[in-house]
């Protein structure tokens, strides 16, 4: 009888089923290394892109409000349309205030009160100068005249 041979014993690193394995390991770690850089990424990107986007609506925030006559009592607007008219004609009278708590047109019989914009008709007999006072809550007030002329 031949002497029975005892299986040879191959060694871990021969067998090709380890390196395939240690390989699509590395290609998963780098793989997963990628996902996770980009969204960390994107993520600064948006935060950015959020940060700009307040940045750019504080600063249209602020202009509105100092177009809108900021923190101060004030007559931003005060006009006639049209500026001559004949005997019997309407005209418009517009103003616009900030800030104002009460305003008042005289001479003139038809109640005002404060607007950013805002136009009343008037028909004046004579040539007559309008006055708008804008009031605000502390008692400071501001005037302004306009006159429209009658032929």
Known sequence: ??????PEEKSPLKNPLVYSSAVVLIVLLYVGYIFISRSQE????????????????????????????GKELAIQSFYGSPGVVKRGETAQLCYGVANAKT????????????????????????????????????GHSVTQTLEIKVK
Do not use: I
């Open 1 to 6: 009888m031949l002497p029975e041979q005892a």
């Open 42 to 69: 994107n993520r600064g990107l948006e935060k950015a892109a959020a940060e700009k986007q307040a940045a750019a609506q504080l600063a249209q925030d602020r202009t509105t409000v100092a177009d809108m006559g």
């Open 103 to 138: 305003v008042t047109l005289e001479p003139q019989s038809e109640p005002v009160w404060p607007s950013y914009s805002r136009c009343v008709d008037v028909k004046p007999t004579k040539t007559t100068t309008y006055t708008l006072t804008a009031q605000d809550g502390n």
